[in-house]
């Protein structure tokens, strides 16, 4: 079992910066790949990005691609989100997940979540 749990949101202005961390414990061995999903209120949940653990490539959403930056701390066990130039339309609740090692590609676990609120 993978144990995931996400921190750093809050309230930040239009233009601003925020950046979210994912702490994974438990059998983080098991974890193929480590993605940043959201969901706004009445929207239903997108993925942000993804990074691979192995190769580290990372994919993002066209809404945030070249905003935002997904990465990884291997000592720490930690995912990050770095959001720059946020929008009001970022305002979500921002979900860590992870992919289980040989299985199929839908995300096995989730966190909470954290809530990002940008306001104008």
């Known amino acids: 079992q993978v144990q995931l749990v996400e921190s750093g949101g809050g309230l930040v202005q239009a233009g601003g910066s925020l950046r979210l961390s994912c702490l994974a414990s438990?059998?983080?061995?098991?974890?193929?790949?480590m993605a940043w999903y959201r969901q706004a209120p009445g929207k239903q949940r997108e993925m942000v990005a993804t990074?691979?653990?192995?190769?580290?490539?990372?994919t993002y959403a066209d809404s945030v691609n070249g905003r935002f930056i997904i990465s990884r701390d291997n000592a720490k066990n930690t995912i990050y989100l770095q959001m720059n130039s946020l929008k009001p339309e970022d305002t979500a609740v921002y979900y860590c997940a992870a992919d289980k090692l040989y299985s199929d590609p839908a995300m096995d676990y989730w966190g909470k979540g954290t809530l990002v609120t940008v306001s104008s």
């Open positions: 990074i691979i653990t192995t190769d580290l490539s990372t």
């Open positions: 438990g059998s983080i061995f098991s974890i193929n790949a």
